[in-house]
């Protein structure tokens, strides 16, 4: 079976610090990969979403970076941390083709302070 | 685009009552539609699909929905609402363009009162 992994789980940053995200997903191969930031009571914004290796696209103009150096793995990177992006961000998959549902990692909480 | 809403971004119910969480959606092709759960802290979870085969689709938890192509809804129900319930509800639509995006509404925290 699947299983998708997000960490860390929670983050305190400093405003103007770097940041970096990992995700990984098992069990499949070549799946479509996104970042959602969820504030709150604000819903999910789609951040980047991915559907093979080095192959990005941006959603929202933001001083956020997203990468995919391998198949089952998505990095959501900053250089320099604003207040802003405090959020809770979740990962996802999904298998792409005529799959639409997509399954989501359990979230890293960050606290840019 | 595709496009979600759902009123009322806070629902209380009582714990036995029926649970009913408004869906409607905006699509210019066959959409997939979805609900997931969020419970506090964690990511979503799917909690049922409706993928143009039948419309009155089942779910886990007692949870289900139907599609209503001549209302653009996708409702959710549940008969008897249970304490465990108390978490945020989206509903979701297929993006017609590429890459198996979803749109999100922006949820229905549920609330359950003994």
């Known amino acids: 079976s699947q299983t998708i992994h997000q960490w860390p789980a929670t983050l305190v940053q400093p405003v103007g610090s770097p940041l970096s995200l990992e995700c990984t997903v098992e069990g499949t191969s070549n799946p479509n990969l996104y970042w959602y930031r969820q504030a709150a009571g604000r819903g999910l914004q789609l951040l980047f979403y991915s559907v093979g290796i080095g192959q990005i696209s941006s959603e929202v103009p933001q001083n956020l970076s997203a990468s995919r150096p391998q198949d089952r793995q998505f990095i959501l990177s900053s250089k320099k941390l604003l207040l802003s992006d405090s959020g809770f961000y979740l990962c996802?998959?999904?298998?792409?083709?005529?799959?639409?549902?997509?399954?989501f990692g359990p979230g890293t909480r960050l606290t840019v302070t | 685009a595709q496009s979600v809403t759902q009123l009322g971004s806070h629902v209380s119910v009582s714990e036995g009552a029926l649970v009913l969480l408004r869906c409607n959606y905006s699509s210019s092709v066959p959409p997939y539609l979805f609900w997931y759960v969020q419970y506090p802290n964690q990511g979503l979870q799917l909690l049922l699909k409706y993928t143009s085969a039948a419309t009155l689709v089942k779910g886990i938890n007692g949870f289900e929905a139907e599609f209503k192509k001549s209302e653009t809804s996708f409702h959710l129900t549940k008969p008897s609402a249970h304490m465990s319930d108390a978490a945020e509800y989206f509903c979701?639509?297929?993006?017609?363009?590429?890459?198996?995006?979803?749109?999100f509404g922006k949820g229905n925290q549920v609330v359950v009162i003994p």
């Open positions: 996802a998959w999904n298998l792409g083709g005529n799959s639409y549902e997509q399954y």
């Open positions: 979701a639509v297929s993006e017609e363009y590429g890459n198996n995006r979803l749109a």
